[in-house]
């Protein structure tokens, strides 16, 4: 049974744009905390940009803030991540996550623990 399902990534030039998206099932609906963590091949996984679903708080890592974008459609139970300005240094597979924060600042993609559903991932690849 999936409950996050990543979309939307592929093979993108240096400079290039990509936006990804995770759709929601019923099942994570109790989740208000969503983030997007990336994993590049022989490196740790790493929080990239959390929302909070309540008011629209956004919380960026230091490496892609100005670059990307995270937003929700309410209406299509779906997050999405915008990146612009891809670097070589983005290539990752990139993860939806959801959990619930009890508070909007407490909505970071600073520690995995705080999320409890995943969506299985999707490749990003930028080339130079």
């Known amino acids: 049974q999936e409950q996050l399902v990543e979309s939307g990534g592929g093979s993108v030039q240096v400079g290039g744009s990509l936006r990804l998206s995770c759709v929601r099932s019923?099942?994570?609906?109790?989740?208000?905390?969503m983030a997007w963590f990336r994993q590049a091949p022989g490196k740790e996984r790493e929080g990239v940009g959390s929302?909070?679903?309540?008011?629209?708080?956004?919380n960026y890592a230091d490496s892609v803030k100005g670059r990307f974008t995270i937003s929700q459609d309410n209406a299509k139970n779906t997050v999405y991540l915008q990146m612009n300005s891809l670097k070589p240094e983005d290539t990752a597979m990139y993860y939806c996550?959801?959990?619930?924060?009890?508070?909007?600042?407490?909505?970071?993609?600073?520690?995995?623990?705080?999320?409890?559903?995943w969506g299985q991932g999707t490749q990003v690849t930028v080339s130079s």
């Open positions: 996550a959801a959990g619930r924060s009890l508070l909007s600042h407490w909505c970071t993609p600073a520690s995995e623990k705080d999320f409890h559903y």
């Open positions: 019923a099942f994570t609906y109790s989740s208000n905390c």
């Open positions: 929302i909070y679903l309540g008011d629209g708080r956004t």
